[in-house]
């Protein structure tokens, strides 16, 4: 049996999005059995940000389309110190909800801690790791932007946590 599974790393100017592809669930090493099957970023660096938004909400919206993942992995927003960082964040997370929801996707959210203990069995990891790990893991050899990594971990993280 195959399962695609989504991992988003949310963000106002660069949303990552990785799909990870588990095959034969029943074999007893997990990590045999995860593809890579495709990842990106949807950019936009509007002023306008009911556009960016809007963009978000279209390519994830597309590629939910494209891929039919079983399951959404997606982090969790933790409150920043400043206010409307957060708040607008939060509008990223419900807008890629939103598409999940309107495609029929069960969504699960993570935060960061959960993430990190559950891949890298310790929180103390920083983004340069986590790219160079995940790169190796997939046998990567272009460059990956850090929110495409920070979204293959959040897919990892419900892999792990969950099959």
Do not use: W
């Amino acid at each position: 049996m195959k399962r695609r599974i989504i991992g988003i790393d949310p963000g106002t100017y660069c949303t990552g999005y990785s799909v990870l592809e588990i095959n034969n669930l029943y074999l007893n090493n997990l990590n045999d059995n995860i593809f890579f099957v495709s990842s990106g970023c949807i950019k936009s660096n509007s002023k306008i940000f009911s556009l960016r938004l809007n963009k978000i909400y279209n390519y994830i919206f597309n590629i939910f389309i494209l891929f039919k993942p079983f399951e959404l992995a997606i982090e969790k927003t933790f409150l920043f110190n400043n206010l409307n960082s957060s708040f607008k964040l939060n509008q990223v997370n419900a807008i890629i909800s939103l598409a999940a929801v309107k495609n029929f996707i069960p969504i699960y959210e993570y935060n960061i801690n959960k993430i990190k203990n559950s891949v890298f069995k310790r929180t103390n990891v920083n983004k340069k790791y986590i790219n160079v790990f995940f790169k190796k893991f997939f046998n990567i050899k272009s460059n990956l932007d850090f929110n495409i990594t920070d979204s293959i971990a959040v897919a990892m993280c419900h892999i792990n946590l969950n099959y």
